[in-house]
């Protein structure tokens, strides 16, 4: 793998033109194909994240070129362009300069309005509100001691478990099964590093213990996928009757893109627990990694049948939505109310009326899992990096245990950082009702690691969702959607639980990367061939959109497209791309397609289209 300037120059050097996806069309990907000069054809269409690509687009002036408002008019505007080189040419010397010069990668323009549009939210609001164990026994002998912390681990104790455990491993040193559930207690308190060292320990006193291979498999599936199937695969080989090893296995087979092996994995697993909902739910996960994504859609459906509480299943569904274009923005609402009314129980008696001063700060709290090398996290920087400290003082609560450079800059400039991941949603509560931010802003949505129970509960008086999440959360206690025109015109209102609030221009801002590579020549002014190209998600690619960039590559004779996705790593994702575009009449030699890249990487393909 490569570096982000390496993949900006692969848009520069071999893409003529980029194709937006429906109807989930492209996010950052759209803006660092135009920030590399290479035009982006996008199809406005109904739901709000179809016109993402718009709003980019209609901000820097290139509407008219690049934006269809019909399939029809899709194709056309494509192939005019491959036709047309002068035009095509045109933009590529005009495309970045416009971008960078635009309101939307202006920071501090953007997060001034941003700062007076929370103001303003709070001041129209305030208008109309008001504001033990011990262990000193000497009788108790071993077991009991053990007992005791097994008692208290049952009672989410985890605090004093720890004492039991710790007493026990004092006793008895090579106690495989304390060691293993003293690691179990740090891990859930929080203390990765603590409980990464006590499980090693106890996998030194015994490797033939399967629960000590899973738990140090399931804490080392966020950060190393390849030693967490590792240490599934040796547990299985022990006891091939642990659920959770079987588990373990799955997700880490889905992070490393090896989804043709997790296929297999799955039906050997489903054949010793033939009636789990959360096999099914990973094998929905699995679906929709490979663009499969009405069976995702299935497969979660069949999971909350079963057990219609999995809250996390449930958001999973919601967000697959948004890829089915048989789907519309009234389904969507109605699946989202139902969201709220089987996982949101609001707390009786909750006081958190707060009053506007003049004299004091405003308090933003922003709760979310994506402050770190992720959309979510590139596009919330440009406003925690430039906001107004003499105004704002702002709460970042992360719900992560992932780092990058992103997290570095953000906790270094916000007034507060908390890492909540290990925190039950009461203890969040607690946390926020004290801290007592005038505003809580989610920026999850139904992604993954969200905390809309936590928001059901209604920590704070003004609540609002923001950026990682394109559609309602269908959650009465969420106050505000914050969006623009493009996005979610005005008339889209009432398919929102949420009062729709505008930004000017666009939802988010881009801060375009330093290491940005130069923009090169259009690939069809050196090679007698026109390149298309998309780097995005392989579950955008509908067989709608596959059937109308089909019927595009028809029409531009010796033309050819590459699509770039982590999805591709797997032979078998690979193969099933090849035999759809065959099906519509493609070639394969027509078809390049391309694993995933660092960032630098991915910049620098955007020269190949």
Known sequence: ESGYRELLQEYTNDMDIVFDTFPHSG??????????????????????????????????GFADNLVAFSLDEYISKAIDLANNKDLLQQMRLRLRDCFLKSKFCDGLWFTNKFEHTMIGLWEHWSKNKTIEHSLQNEKLNVHEVYNEGINLMDQRLFELACCYFSKVIELTPKNDNALNNLGICQWELGKVDDARVTLYRGYKVNKENDDILCNLSGLHLSKNSKKSLMFANRGLSLNDNNFDLHINRLLALIDLARYSEALDAFNESQRKFPASPKLLAILGNCCGAMGRVVESYNYYQKSLEIDATNFDVHSNLLFVCNYIESINQYKMLKYAKKWENMHVYPLINNKNKLIFKDNKKLKIGFVSSDFHNHPGGKLIEAFLLNYDRSILEIYCYYNNNKYSKITNRIMSNVTNWREVMFLSDEQLFDLINNEQPDILIDLNGHTDGNRLKLFGMKPCAVQATWIGYFNTTGLSAIDYFISDEFTTPIWMQKYFTEKILFLPHSRFCFLPPEHSPLVSLSPSEWRDTITFGAYNNIAKMSDSVLELWAEILKKVPKSRIILKWKSFRDQGVREIMYKRFEALGIKRYRILLRRDSRHGQMMADYSDI
């Open 27 to 60: 996010g950052s990907t759209s803006c660092d194909a135009l920030i590399m000069g290479v035009p982006v054809v996008t199809y406005s269409g109904s739901l709000p994240i179809s016109r993402q690509t718009h709003g980019f687009i209609k901000v820097i």
